[in-house]
């Protein structure tokens, strides 16, 4: 007897774990949704106004011609994004003589580098003119590092 209820309390317990799993998922979606609202500028629109707009977007979403035109745009505007995050940027390594301080670090870390554990650097893709100022102030030597060139150009910081 103990034994099935044991089975039960499993069955029970993966059973919540599940929904759970559906719960958060669906948040994430919807979230999701919300931001693309916002990215297409749409959020000062009444919400009658915006629900028969996704009315109207529902019923034109069963042509596949329409669809394809909107992913398109779509992959346009979030490709122009990601050139734009880019701009200036470009990947780097630094390497330090000795331990740093763990201001330096969060400073790092905010300029979107990580540090490899391997090689003992930090590298990333940021602003190699930032970085070699911050790099310099604190006894360390920033590389670029270019596609298509075996070896890194090594850039002192001074």
Known sequence: MSRLEQQRARIAE????????ERKRRTRRV???????EKAELLDLEANVLLGGLLALKEMSTKPDIMARWAA?????????ARAK?????????????????ELTV??????????????HWEGIAE???LASLASAHGGMIR????????????AAE
């Open 14 to 21: 993966e059973e919540a774990r599940i929904k759970d799993q």
């Open 128 to 130: 190699h003119d930032v």
């Open 86 to 102: 880019d701009t200036g940027r470009e990947p780097v390594v630094i390497v330090f003589a000795g331990p740093i301080a763990r």
């Open 31 to 37: 979230i999701e949704a919300g931001g693309l609202v």
């Open 73 to 81: 745009e779509g992959s346009k505007v979030f490709a122009a994004e």
């Open 144 to 155: 670029r590092v270019r596609p298509g060139i075996a070896e890194p150009t090594a850039v």
């Open 107 to 120: 400073q790092l870390r905010a300029s979107g580098l990580r540090w490899n554990k391997v090689l003992q």
